[in-house]
């Protein structure tokens, strides 16, 4: 089993490019989260979702988007990227009634 | 603001000492959950306490729950090097998302 796969894992926008990262859980779970860790600021929710076609806001969620087409797929969009924006993405998932939640590896976004 | 703290935000310890880190929450938990991250890898679930007043212990690891379900901590016994990472509590406060500390950063001395 992979669990939690996130790509890219690094990455390098311009100040006002979009682009997308990849969730992707082979564990069937229902929940999925999108964090964002900053130094000093712990882990930030973005947004999240409780099962397919349903996604919610988080604690940071302006400047981000979410889909969740497929249960097992959590899609986290940046439309006109900042420099704010800078930073190490986890996506992480959870089954219904499970405990801890199952980390990806992360994806560190630079944006300049 | 944030509602769930941890102290220290760094703790250095002398290999084989002990020291306890600590998590408060400004709201009443129904459960609360340990991570640990690795230098530059991924949080990885640890244990959750559910109970007031439970104690679970993992090797070296004691976590406990406090009595109002509202605070929580780490005690690690003879520090080793493997033990050096971050260490996040995270407590479900609304709904079904965690609400994570800003975690303690733990730096062994050998």
């Known amino acids: 089993n992979a669990g939690v796969t996130q790509t890219p894992k690094f990455r390098v926008l311009k100040t006002g490019q979009s682009m997308t990262l990849l969730c992707a859980q082979d564990?069937?779970?229902?929940?999925m989260y999108w964090y964002r860790q900053d130094p000093g600021m712990g882990l930030r929710l973005i947004h999240y979702?409780?099962?397919?076609?349903?996604?919610a806001k988080g604690e940071v969620p302006d400047g981000y988007n979410v889909s969740r087409l497929k249960k097992q797929n959590f899609l986290l969009g940046l439309e006109s990227a900042a420099p704010s924006q800078t930073s190490v993405y986890f996506c992480?998932?959870?089954?219904?009634?499970?405990?801890?939640?199952?980390f990806g590896s992360g994806t560190r976004l630079t944006v300049v | 603001g944030q509602q769930v703290m941890q102290i220290p935000q760094y703790q250095h310890v002398q290999e084989g000492e002990d020291f306890t880190t600590y998590c408060n929450s400004s709201?009443?938990?129904?459960?609360i959950q340990w991570y640990k991250q690795r230098p530059g890898g991924h949080p990885v679930f640890l244990i959750q306490?559910?109970?007031?007043?439970e104690v679970k212990k993992q090797k070296r690891l004691t976590f406990q729950f406090g009595e109002a379900k509202k605070n929580s901590s780490l005690h690690i016994t003879a520090t080793q090097t493997t033990d050096v990472g971050t260490y996040f509590c995270?407590?479900?406060?609304?709904?079904?998302?965690?609400?994570f500390g800003g975690g303690t950063r733990v730096l062994v001395k050998p």
């Open positions: 992480a998932s959870r089954r219904q009634g499970g405990y801890g939640y199952t």
């Open positions: 564990m069937n779970h229902e929940y």
């Open positions: 979702s409780v099962g397919e076609g349903t996604t």
């Open positions: 709201t009443t938990l129904s459960n």
């Open positions: 306490l559910v109970k007031s007043g």
């Open positions: 995270a407590g479900f406060i609304a709904g079904n998302k965690l609400t």
